[in-house]
């Protein structure tokens, strides 16, 4: 069963375009994160939820926003896309101080 | 703000030998995990190796283990017989244990090569 899951996987675009990934765990978990990995393979922090309740925004613009419609989800949908948003975005999961475990990513590319 | 440095941006190693991987990290906090994480080809990433910064005792997992010097403020990561699966993209990462950020902070990662 997978544990951290996303749809897509892959997502080709084009600029300007609205364009959103889910994402689900199936871990029981209270918290969920989105990170960015840039073509340099840098990953970092976007959004955490715990509980539904937004812990942490890393100053991302405005135009990333999440959902979580409930403990189990966590979407994250972007407007007006732009190119440097080409990215591999992962979602992932866990108990407040236990092990992130993390989704496949989604590899979202702007033309 | 917490950072965290890996100075090896590629690594080598023979199959069957044994490799050492660098990070150090910046924190002013006393309470706090270290991770190591690996990222194949697949993309998935793959917790290694974990420790707790209370415990003095350095984290084993098989054939993975670290070297926490907690003062230094060093947290390497030692592969025991590589193999070839090992072959990946290696991340060490911070995460604070107080308060509700329970982000990980990366490191920019070591591209690690293991030559049959």
């Known amino acids: 069963d997978t544990a951290v899951s996303q749809t897509p996987k892959y997502l080709v675009t084009q600029m300007g375009n609205d364009k959103s990934i889910k994402c689900e765990q199936n871990?029981?978990?209270?918290?969920m994160y989105w990170y960015k990995q840039d073509s340099k393979k840098f990953l970092k922090i976007m959004f955490s939820y715990n509980n539904k309740e937004l812990i942490i925004n890393e100053t991302v613009p405005n135009r990333f926003s999440p959902k979580s419609p409930d403990k189990a989800h966590l979407n994250l949908h972007i407007n007006s896309l732009e190119l440097g948003d080409s990215a591999v975005y992962f979602c992932?999961?866990?108990?407040?101080?236990?092990?992130?475990?993390f989704g496949p990513g989604t590899r979202l590319t702007v033309l | 703000a917490q950072t965290v440095t890996q100075s090896q941006p590629e690594m080598s190693v023979q199959e069957a030998e044994t490799v050492t991987l660098s990070c150090t990290y910046d924190?002013?906090?006393?309470?706090?995990?270290l991770f190591w994480y690996k990222q194949p080809p697949s993309r998935q990433m793959i917790l290694v190796i974990r420790q707790e910064a209370y415990k003095q005792q350095n984290a084993t997992e098989n054939r993975f283990s670290v070297n926490f010097q907690k003062a230094a403020k060093s947290f390497s990561l030692k592969i025991s017989d590589s193999q070839l699966g090992d072959a990946a993209m290696y991340f060490c990462a911070y995460r604070s244990a107080r308060g509700s950020n329970y982000k990980l902070t990366f490191g920019k990662g070591t591209l690690l090569t293991v030559n049959p």
């Open positions: 871990l029981g978990h209270d918290t």
């Open positions: 924190t002013s906090e006393s309470d706090y995990y």
């Open positions: 992932a999961s866990s108990q407040v101080l236990g092990e992130q475990f």
